[in-house]
């Protein structure tokens, strides 16, 4: 199954809307106090014919001020992860079904380029010979281009956990994931969030074995960490009997250790007994194969 970049940064920017904003689209929500109020909207649009394609990437965001200060913003976030699928025209035309359904012509619309984005348009001009009628621009993320450098030490989450996404050396890369990986541990203190996003931080990484056992080596507080946290959050389950939710975290750390997993493992999970998947989680911290996780005595 193909993976859902989508998927990844709506989550992403669901759970973190403020830091997604701050970051995503500095010049202009680089201001957002405490007071403000951000809140998703509905994605999906209907559609003119139903074989039309929806609009499945995109995130409105609406951003209120609740003293009425200022009058209400709506930001629209989309995600690309092909650069060459990428239409100007199509955001427009977004943009102000947005605009006419909320009722405001106050719109931001951000797009996060995943990959790097060259010759693309950035302005759209509709007009004749004299006039223009139509003037159309965007703001640009583009992930690649950002110097890691300059984020290593941020205090927002998004920009921390994207930093495999932004430039570095390749001889950095054990130094990134682990800057990644301090920066979730220190800025989300919920653990069931901490497993999720160490999620993202592999995705985006991709360490090999050596590449792992470095970091393991170099940053033994952060990994113990992770290995606390991975053992809490089983016994948490197994003590409270939520062999769902054994399962499902259980699923997540075994691909964390070992790759996408096949139809038969997948399988063997959801058909395990309370005894079975307390056991398997025991041996997974230890286990050199994937194999070895399943070997109950």
Known sequence: MPLSHDQNFKNLILDYSRQALEFFANAQAQHLDEQVRITPIRQEQLKNRLGDRFHELDVPLLVEWPDGRRATLLFMLEEETNPSRFS????THYCLELSE??????VVPVVIFLRGARNLPEHLQLGGDQL????FSYLK???AKLDASQ???????????????MRWPQEQKVDIYASAVSGLLTLEPDPEKQLKYIDFIDIYTAMDDNQMHEYQTRYPQENQKMATLTERLLNEGIQQGMQQGEQNVLQRLLVRRFGPLDSQT??????????ELECWAD????????DQVFICH
């Open 266 to 275: 997948r399988q063997r999970l959801q058909q395990a007994t309370a005894q």
């Open 132 to 135: 223009t009628y139509l003037n």
């Open 151 to 165: 984020y290593l030490h941020s205090d927002n989450l998004v920009a921390r956990l994207n930093l495999p996404n």
């Open 88 to 91: 100007i025209h199509r955001l």
């Open 101 to 106: 359904l909320y009722g405001t012509e106050r």
């Open 141 to 143: 993320c583009e992930l």
């Open 283 to 290: 041996n997974i911290l230890d286990a050199k194969t994937l």
